[in-house]
């Protein structure tokens, strides 16, 4: 399988658009077995510094696409040509319409009680992709290697070619690498908020703010209780180390221990 990648702050990111994934994903997954994708942006990429468990993972990650704009930035900086934003929510969406008259099935693993059985629905009405096999809502802690293998199982006894996972960076990640281990799909991709934006839990920043980078400033805006801690470390780290990527000065600092 041929993938194009691009190294942002150590992380080999996909060098390529939403379309040029998609596919990929029509054209090859016959051929695949447990392939594993993320939708991984700053918040992502920021985190893997100081959790080597999650830096090894999105390593072995078939496909990192770059969730914001400024991984991006940073890439084509560095000289990747075709890398474009891949946000997780537009991945959801485009390659559920894509596949609405294939027959790739597909299962919907994340989210609160009932917001993948609600996004099940939004998938039939809005995208009119009747293949959804099964849903699954994981409780808030670490499943056990037991609890793993009977999600697995259930996984496997429904057909489901594509597992989607909604939970929260690093912790889907986590998941569906775990997950990987004992299923027998095609793909397995983290999409991080998608659930709760085609559910509508989350109202999407305005176009202009999310090309130019800013959906991290909306997102704080709408929920500064819950998000500003994150930002206020996410966003001065991404800036300072992203420049420093750009100019060949940026060592990751687990890579000694990979």
Request: net charge positive; glycine share 8%; hydrophobic share 40%.
């Amino acid at each position: 399988m041929n993938v194009k990648k691009v190294s942002v702050l150590g992380v080999p990111m996909y060098d390529g658009c939403i379309e040029s994934y998609i596919e990929q994903v029509l054209l090859e997954h016959s051929h695949w077995k447990n392939l594993k994708t993320s939708a991984t942006g700053a918040h992502g990429l920021i985190e893997s510094r100081g959790d080597n468990e999650f830096y090894e993972i999105l390593k072995e990650f078939e496909f990192n696409l770059p969730d914001g704009k400024p991984a991006v930035w940073v890439a084509r900086a560095k000289g990747a040509k075709d890398i474009q934003r891949c946000f997780g929510p537009y991945v959801f969406s485009e390659l559920m319409k894509a596949s609405s008259s294939s027959d790739l099935k597909h299962y919907l693993c994340g989210g609160k009680e009932g917001v993948a059985v609600a996004l099940k629905t939004a998938c039939e009405q809005k995208f009119d992709n009747q293949n959804i096999v099964g849903t699954h809502c994981p409780p808030f802690r670490a499943l056990s290697g037991q609890e793993f293998e009977s999600l697995a199982d259930e996984i496997n006894k429904s057909k489901a070619d594509v597992v989607w996972v909604g939970i929260s960076t690093p912790k889907q990640e986590k998941f569906a690498y775990k997950l990987s281990k004992y299923t027998n799909v095609k793909c397995l991709i983290t999409v991080g908020a998608a659930f709760d934006y085609h559910t509508g839990s989350i109202t999407p920043a305005p176009h202009w703010m999310q090309e130019g980078g800013l959906e991290w400033l909306f997102r704080l805006y709408m929920e500064p209780g819950r998000l500003w801690r994150r930002y206020i470390n996410i966003v001065p780290k991404f800036l300072i180390f992203g420049i420093m990527d750009i100019f060949g000065l940026y060592n990751h600092p687990l890579k000694k221990n990979s």
